[in-house]
T-cell receptor, first 118, second 114 residues
Framework: AQTVTQSQPEMSVQEAETVTLSCTYD???????LFWYKQPPSRQMILVIR??????QNATENRFSVNFQKAAKSFSLKISDSQLGDAAMYFC???????????????FGKGTKLSVKP | DTGVSQDPRHKITKRGQNVTFRCDPI?????LYWYRQTLGQGPEFLTY????????KSRLLSDRFSAERPKGSFSTLEIQRTEQGDSAMYLC????????????FGPGTRLTVT
């Protein structure tokens, strides 16, 4: 069974600075997807960025980028130029592709609470 | 595209009562997922529908839980004889059934069992 581990329960960053959130996962599959989701306080979960395992190039979405190390099974999220609105819980998640009988549900880590200091 | 909606947003019930939650997915999405999130944890998978068929249930889904998705549109999740351990946020997500299918989440229903 696949597992996702986020070893940083809480992180803090100064506004305009850069912060990196860590995530490791365990799987025997070679094809899969990895995601970072953001869950602001009392608001719904939204997708920040996704990475397909078959792509070597790291995904980038504006101020958000990932460092995907497939061999090490590591998937960290870098937030550049941090803004007050980035404060939230961040969840790393794994998903098998939609074939071979997989239901495609997401497997989440426990999350990292990010605080942004003005 | 109005997004995934869930109703009610909050529910307080007494132990032993039955509760039902509703999820309305994005209209063209054929896959629908229910997750449960307890305080300080990430969401955990409960069950999944492809159209109207319930294709997978997690071991977390005890016999007191039942889910339906009639006509492959909205879905309901019912908990019978609620227990204090059922207190959690219940999240619904929907996606297209293609390989790339990204899951879009609703705002969740927060259940408190007293």
């Amino acid at each position: 069974a696949q597992t996702v581990t986020q070893s940083q329960p809480e992180m803090s960053v100064q506004e305009a600075e850069t912060v990196t959130l860590s995530c490791t996962y365990d799987t025997s599959e070679s094809d899969y997807y990895l995601f970072w989701y953001k869950q602001p306080p009392s608001r719904q979960m939204i997708l920040v960025i996704r990475q397909e395992a078959y792509k070597q190039q790291n995904a980038t979405e504006n101020r958000f980028s990932v460092n995907f190390q497939k061999a090490a099974k590591s998937f960290s999220l870098k937030i550049s130029d941090s803004q007050l609105g980035d404060a939230a819980m961040y969840f790393c998640a794994y998903r098998s592709p939609h074939y071979g009988g997989s239901q495609g549900n997401l497997i989440f880590g426990k999350g990292t609470k990010l605080s942004v200091k003005p | 595209d109005t997004g995934v909606s869930q109703d009610p947003r909050h529910k307080i019930t007494k132990r032993g009562q039955n509760v039902t939650f509703r999820c309305d997915p994005i209209s063209e999405h054929n896959r629908l997922y229910w997750y449960r999130q307890t305080l300080g944890q990430g969401p955990e998978f409960l069950t999944y529908f492809q159209n109207e068929a319930q294709l997978e249930k997690s071991r977390l889904l005890s016999d007191r839980f039942s889910a339906e998705r009639p006509k492959g549109s909205f879905s309901t999740l019912e908990i019978q004889r609620t227990e204090q351990g059922d207190s959690a946020m219940y999240l619904c997500a929907s996606s297209l059934g293609d390989r790339e299918g990204e899951q879009y989440f609703g705002p969740g229903t927060r259940l408190t069992v007293t």
